[in-house]
């Protein structure tokens, strides 16, 4: 794909390519639609995402089969408590040449790939946690002075068990605020439960077809960012974000209740980046509230921090964005 072509041509090549990608995963991987397309959003607005789920409903699936269809490198990281940001992010080495001279050489670490999975990353001390940090938001690690860019794209895929607590690590805002996704993994229905078994139980699982190549998907991510929103979207889409914060004028009472910390600006970004994508996947070449609407819980529930007093009463980001989503209209 050329940038010289016609925009229309351009996103009806995206919205084509979309579909051969989708159709791939399904031959990999059973149900789990919404999850999928998610995934599939965040590859072209080039964020990461934190998939929370119970451990079996196929989270490392779906992003290993991802990255087969896109072509793309991939690594995995289990996170453990011993683990060491030096086993992420790689370290410095004394090596021997050929003629016996000695020198410092850089040894990179998994994460110098195109999709990296971090599973159960929460189960990893903040250390270690803190070493994905710079790489998520300025692709490239830092190491003894010296700066290696990571490979582009670059996607962090982190998953999390929601019902452990004993020996985790909860991430802190500042890594949470970094996901453009927060994405909850629901478990099968029967009829899929049942295609899960017949699939895996029956003979070789299958993989993923790659549909995708690198050059493509860097083309497809700029030219997401070409379509435009125009202002009455974005300032509809703005006032709910605003309206996240306790000690903004048109917060409602839960949020004034609840809420200690609103959705930061890198919520709006998110948002309006996925909503980007779905136009494209529509045929469209602006921004509506209506493309907004799906991403509204993904891209924002964890970005806004409850009071303990919450919990108690048993109210959730989702139930308090849910509020705020359905009021959602152009300026």
Same mark, same amino acid.
């Given at each position: 794909?050329?940038?010289?072509?016609?925009?229309?041509?351009?996103?009806?090549?995206?919205? *084509?390519?979309?579909?051969?990608?989708?159709? +791939?995963?399904?031959?990999? !991987? !059973?149900?789990?639609? $919404?999850?999928?397309?998610?995934?599939? #959003?965040? /590859?072209?607005?080039?964020?990461?995402?934190?998939?929370?789920?119970?451990?079996?409903?196929?989270? =490392?699936?779906?992003?290993?089969?991802?990255?087969?269809?896109? +072509?793309?490198?991939?690594?995995?990281?289990?996170?453990?408590?011993?683990?060491?940001?030096?086993?992420?992010?790689? =370290?410095?080495?004394?090596?021997?040449?050929? *003629?016996?001279?000695?020198?410092?050489?850089?040894?990179?670490?998994?994460?110098? =790939?195109?999709?990296?999975?971090?599973? $159960?990353?929460?189960?990893?001390?903040?250390?270690?946690? +803190?070493?994905?940090?710079?790489?998520?938001?300025?692709?490239?690690? +830092?190491?003894?002075?010296?700066?290696?860019?990571?490979?582009?794209?670059?996607?962090?895929?982190?998953?999390?068990?929601?019902?452990?607590?004993?020996?985790?690590?909860?991430?802190?805002?500042?890594?949470?605020?970094?996901?453009?996704?927060?994405?909850?993994? %629901?478990? %099968?229905?029967?009829?899929?439960?049942? #295609?899960?078994?017949?699939?895996?139980?029956?003979?070789?699982?299958?993989?993923?077809? /790659?549909?995708? #190549?690198?050059?493509?998907?860097?083309?497809?991510?700029?030219?997401?960012?070409?379509?435009?929103?125009?202002?009455?979207?974005?300032?509809?889409?703005?006032?709910?974000?605003?309206?996240?914060? %306790?000690?903004?004028?048109?917060?409602?009472?839960? /949020?004034?209740?609840?809420?200690?910390?609103?959705?930061?600006?890198?919520?709006?970004?998110?948002?309006?980046?996925?909503?980007? !994508?779905?136009?494209?996947?529509?045929?469209?070449?602006?921004?509506?509230?209506? *493309?907004?609407?799906?991403?509204?819980?993904?891209?924002?529930?964890?970005? /806004?921090?409850?009071? %303990?007093?919450?919990?108690?009463?048993? !109210?959730?980001?989702?139930?308090?964005?849910?509020?705020?989503?359905?009021?959602?209209?152009?300026?």
């Amino acid at each position: 794909m050329t940038e010289e072509r016609p925009l229309e041509e351009q996103i009806q090549q995206f919205r *084509d390519r979309v579909r051969e990608l989708q159709s +791939s995963l399904r031959q990999a !991987v !059973v149900g789990q639609q $919404e999850v999928i397309d998610l995934l599939i #959003a965040a /590859v072209f607005a080039d964020g990461h995402v934190l998939l929370e789920g119970l451990p079996g409903l196929g989270k =490392t699936l779906m992003v290993k089969s991802l990255a087969d269809a896109i +072509s793309l490198g991939f690594n995995r990281v289990q996170f453990t408590p011993d683990l060491m940001p030096a086993d992420i992010t790689g =370290t410095t080495i004394l090596a021997s040449a050929p *003629d016996g001279a000695r020198s410092f050489t850089f040894e990179p670490g998994p994460i110098f =790939t195109n999709i990296l999975l971090a599973d $159960e990353i929460n189960r990893a001390g903040p250390k270690t946690q +803190s070493a994905l940090l710079q790489a998520m938001q300025e692709r490239e690690v +830092s190491l003894f002075g010296r700066h290696y860019p990571l490979p582009r794209p670059f996607l962090v895929f982190a998953t999390q068990n929601p019902i452990e607590l004993a020996g985790t690590y909860p991430l802190p805002e500042a890594q949470l605020d970094r996901f453009l996704f927060k994405v909850i993994v %629901p478990a %099968p229905t029967e009829e899929e439960l049942i #295609a899960i078994a017949e699939r895996t139980t029956g003979g070789e699982p299958q993989r993923a077809p /790659v549909v995708l #190549a690198e050059a493509e998907i860097l083309a497809f991510q700029r030219l997401v960012r070409l379509i435009p929103v125009a202002a009455p979207v974005l300032r509809g889409v703005t006032r709910g974000v605003l309206a996240t914060r %306790p000690d903004h004028p048109g917060a409602p009472a839960a /949020v004034r209740r609840h809420v200690r910390h609103g959705v930061s600006p890198r919520g709006l970004q998110s948002l309006l980046l996925a909503a980007k !994508v779905r136009a494209c996947l529509d045929g469209r070449f602006n921004v509506s509230i209506d *493309d907004v609407r799906p991403h509204w819980l993904p891209a924002l529930r964890h970005r /806004v921090i409850l009071d %303990p007093g919450a919990a108690l009463e048993g !109210v959730t980001a989702d139930a308090i964005l849910g509020e705020i989503g359905t009021a959602l209209a152009p300026a």
